[in-house]
Structures are given as structure tokens and as C-alpha cells.
């Protein structure tokens, strides 16, 4: 019988406990790719999933599914800018799926937190300006 996240996690590390290992390993790696690239950023349960905040505002945040993991860089225009990099994953507007043996490349990943961190920045500086 396989192992599902608890509706409503209290943690990160509660979510990915229920978690078979394959995907308990894939989303490890990727959780520690996101620490990397926003040693800032803070972790918390956001919709019932693993994410990350910095600044008090929703950053990424990623999840398990029966039969693949996901990555949500939290904002459609951060997909659409990246698509080219997104050809071999399975995407929509504000999701990017993948198997736990093919994980997406850390390098992809510090690209589209680091892209993310721009965009709330932007904001923040437009929110500031008016």
C-alpha cells in the first residue's frame, strides 16, 4: 500500500515522510537546490504542499502526485519564459511535472528560483514606486 502526504502537513520533512522513496528522494534534491539558490528563503506548508517564502511572499513550492512529482515556480510567466528549457518536462500555465528517476537539473531549477526572486522583486519595486 503506498504512502500518501498527510492532507495538511505540519512540515516539509512530515510531507515528504509519507512519501515512497523514489519520490521522497527526487523531492530532497530538490528541496536542497531551492535552499541553495534562496539561502534566504523561508520554508513553510502553502495549499497543503512543501514551499518556500522569502520576504513574506509565496516563492516555489513543489508536490507529489501518484505517478510523478511537480514543480511550482508559483507564477505562469515564470513557466512561459522557460518553456524552452521545459521541453523534455511536462508543463501547464504554473506547473512543471516529472518523474522521480528523471528529476529536473539543479541548474534548471537555481535558474527558475533565481527568475522568481527577480519577478517579486519587480513587483515589490512597482508597489513601491506608486
Do not use: W
Request: proline letters at 9%.
Amino acid at each position: 500500500m503506498k504512502r500518501r502526504p498527510p492532507r495538511r502537513p505540519p512540515t516539509i520533512d512530515a510531507y515528504l515522510a509519507a512519501l515512497p522513496p523514489d519520490q521522497r528522494a527526487a523531492l530532497e534534491k530538490l528541496r536542497k537546490t531551492i535552499q541553495a539558490a534562496a539561502p534566504g528563503a523561508e520554508e513553510c506548508i502553502s495549499y497543503g504542499l512543501p514551499a518556500f517564502r522569502l520576504d513574506g511572499r509565496a516563492l516555489v513550492a513543489f508536490g507529489a502526485a501518484a505517478k510523478h512529482c511537480s514543480f511550482f515556480p508559483m507564477s505562469g510567466t515564470a513557466v512561459a519564459a522557460h518553456q524552452a528549457d521545459l521541453r523534455a518536462f511536462d508543463t501547464s500555465k504554473g506547473t512543471i511535472r516529472f518523474r522521480p528517476d528523471k528529476p529536473l537539473p539543479a541548474t534548471l531549477v537555481r535558474k527558475l528560483v533565481k527568475a522568481r526572486i527577480a519577478e517579486n522583486e519587480a513587483r515589490q519595486q512597482a508597489r513601491n514606486r506608486q
